[in-house]
């Protein structure tokens, strides 16, 4: 008797319980697995091509293939979803220069500050959060002063700041 896959003779094989094919155990690279099946497990064992061919709810290939552009269409509607979240953020966030941090510093005192430089009136409602970016060491060894990111409830006002610093640098 011959592999099927390979046509070998076979010495110590595995049948598929479906198309009945024979197969070196070695070829499918579970040889000692199949050894420490159960009966009723190598009985019910298939092969690689039978169990591509039929799932075990017995669905079709067409259905498979159905539910598989169902499935990338809903991703791709999550997708769409999340790159609209992620434009929406970025519209609202604003990354400062390194500022020296200091201990118990408050970040909205330093947002406030920097506005006033700038001559922008900020509310207190215009912040949502602010929090400090981590700053990794440089090939010399000294890590540079952290930014922080200061997230604004609304992009108008976060534009005003903008155009504000822009004027007081020119």
């Keep these: 008797m011959n592999c099927t896959k390979c046509n070998e003779s076979l010495t110590d094989s595995v049948s598929c319980a479906q198309c009945s094919g024979a197969y070196i155990t070695c070829v499918w690279g579970f040889g000692k697995q199949y050894k420490k099946m159960g009966p009723e497990k190598r009985a019910a064992w298939r ?6 061919v039929v799932s075990t709810d017995n669905t079709t290939n067409a259905e498979i293939l159905r539910e598989l552009k169902n499935l990338k269409s809903e991703f791709n509607s999550f997708k769409l979803d999340l ?6 953020t970025h ?3 604003m990354q400062c220069g390194r500022v020296p941090s200091k201990s118990g510093e408050n970040l909205h005192n ?9 001559g922008f009136r900020l509310e207190p ?4 959060t602010v929090h400090r970016v981590r700053q990794f ?25 903008l155009a504000a610093a822009r004027a007081r640098a020119r």
Aim: aromatic share 2%; with cysteine; glycine share 4%.
């Design 47 to 52: 092969c690689i091509t039978c169990r591509a």
């Design 83 to 88: 790159d609209t979240v992620k434009r929406d």
């Design 91 to 93: 519209d609202t966030v």
């Design 110 to 118: 330093i947002v406030s500050d920097i506005c006033a430089v700038t």
């Design 125 to 128: 409602t215009d912040v949502d």
């Design 137 to 161: 060491a440089t090939h010399d060894g000294q890590a540079p002063a952290p930014g922080h990111v200061v997230r604004f409830t609304r992009r108008r006002r976060k534009d005003e700041l």
